[in-house]
């Protein structure tokens, strides 16, 4: 199994930045592709940015030029680097990962961060 460990939530003021970082362990060399996910109150979760193992990214539409995903694989690193935060970007951030063959998923337990206006 792969097993994810977020930090670097936070409070943070409208236009400000943050860094999440997601640590995995366990059989982190089956790990497919990661990803962020965020919840706000009262709404489903939905992708904020994905990374495949080849580098490639996506982003959803609403972060897209503000954040920034990257993985570290000698680390077992996930980050997302957040600029222009905005009070909508408030929620609980969760890391994902895909892996092994059949491919299965981990989350992390979830970081939280508010953004005020």
């Known amino acids: 199994q792969v097993q994810l460990v977020e930090s670097g939530g936070g409070l943070v003021q409208a236009g400000g930045s943050l860094r999440l970082s997601c640590a995995a362990s366990?059989?982190?060399?089956?790990?497919?592709?990661m990803g962020w996910y965020r919840q706000a109150p009262g709404k489903e979760r939905e992708l904020v940015a994905h990374?495949?193992?080849?580098?490639?990214?996506n982003y959803a539409v609403s972060v897209k030029g503000r954040f920034t995903i990257s993985r570290d694989n000698a680390k077992n690193m996930l980050y997302l680097q957040m600029n222009s935060l905005k009070p909508e970007d408030t929620g609980v951030y969760y890391c994902y990962a895909s892996y092994g063959n059949p491919l299965r998923g981990s989350w992390g337990q979830g970081t939280q961060v508010t953004v005020s206006s």
């Open positions: 990374i495949f193992s080849g580098g490639s990214t």
């Open positions: 366990g059989i982190v060399f089956s790990i497919n592709a």
